[in-house]
Structures are given as C-alpha cells and as structure tokens.
C-alpha cells in the first residue's frame, strides 16, 4: 500500500515486484510440473522492468524519459524454457502452452493473495479517495493547476496531463505500426526512426521537467495527508 501511494522509493517497488515475480514463476513450475511438463522458473527480470519503471521523484528520470510514456520497457532476455519447447513435438509444444496459460492464470491469482495485492488495493482507495477529498489536498491540486498554467500546460491535474500526452503518443504509435503485427522491439525500431515519435519523446520531457516543481508539491501534500491518514485509521 506504501508502494501505491508513493511513499517508497522506486527501488522498493522494483524489489516488491520481482519478489512478487519470482514467487510466481516458482508457483508455474510447480503447476508445469504436475502437468508432466519440465518447466524452469523465469529470471523475474525477464517478467520485470526496473531500468525505466516510471520514477515521479527525481528530474533524472524526467529529464530523460519525461513521464515514461514513451520509454520502451527494459526486460532482460530470457530463454529458459527454449531448449526443452523446441524438443517438443508440435502437439505437445500446443499442449505446452495451452497448460502454461492455465498454470499462469493461476499461479498470479495466488501470487496476488500470497502478497495481500486485493486488501492492499482496498485499503489504499480507501485512504486514496479521503485524502484526494480533504482540503489540504484541493488546495494544494488548485496550486498546481496553477503551477502547470504559468509553466504553459493547462491540464485538471498531472493524471490528465499525461493522459493528454498518452492519446497522442497512442495515434502516433498506431501510425506507426499500421496494420503490421510487430513485436515491441521492431515497434521500438521503428518508432525510433520516426521524427514524429522523436518529436513527441521531447515534447514528453519537456512537459515532464516543466511541471516538475509542481508536482513535487503536490505530491509532497498528497504524501503528509497518506501518512496522517494511515497514523489516525490504523
């Protein structure tokens, strides 16, 4: 719940999430191997994007990813299972996957209850809805505004800002690709190539930067209300 309410550092979140990631994969293994399948956990980095997971707390990231719209996901490659898939036969490599798919449906519903991902969620709207709902918190959304105006963004909040900017790098993406199915490294290639993409991953960070302060003291009231919140409703 800290996680979601911004009150760790983002390596705390990584590291939650690749807990969370490796109790997973451990729990397809087991469910692989009931199935008579040979099934070795995946490297949670594989499953896991530390490297360009959105950070709001510092102007690095900011500075160079903006609002982390239009950073592609760094995932370390992964090839476990390739050997032993290749050695299937094609009714089994479908069986394979058919079982994989089932096995993995299950194993992030138990992943999700082994680390209280639902009473987290609940207790965290909760809290979420009576802080955006105070006084401290509107007047401080009212400054941003503000804020955001005077720096040339007009936006209701930095959620609709970069939902703003979301839409547009959506079009853009969109005609990219066109009706091609890529993958997300050849999407990357292309998009990379492209002035308008380039165009609009610089006017993401310049957003990003231009807002920065303004967030800062937004988030800075929204943090102090999370935490009040949290010592008063134990």
Known sequence: MLILAGLLPNADDNAFDLDRAANSERLVASCMTEAGFSYTPKNPHSLVDTADNTDFAGTTYAKEHGFGISAWPAFAPDKTNAQYTNSLSAADQKRFGDTLSTCSEKAEKQSRQDFGIEFANRRFDGIDGAVRSGAPYKQAADAWRACAGRAGYVSQDRASLIAALHA?????????????????????????????YRGFQQEEIRAAVATFPCSQQLDATYHDAFRHALQTNP
């Open 168 to 196: 547009k790098y959506d079009t853009i993406i969109a005609r990219i690709t066109g009706a091609a199915e890529l993958t997300p490294a050849q999407t990357a290639q292309r998009a990379q190539q492209d002035p308008l």
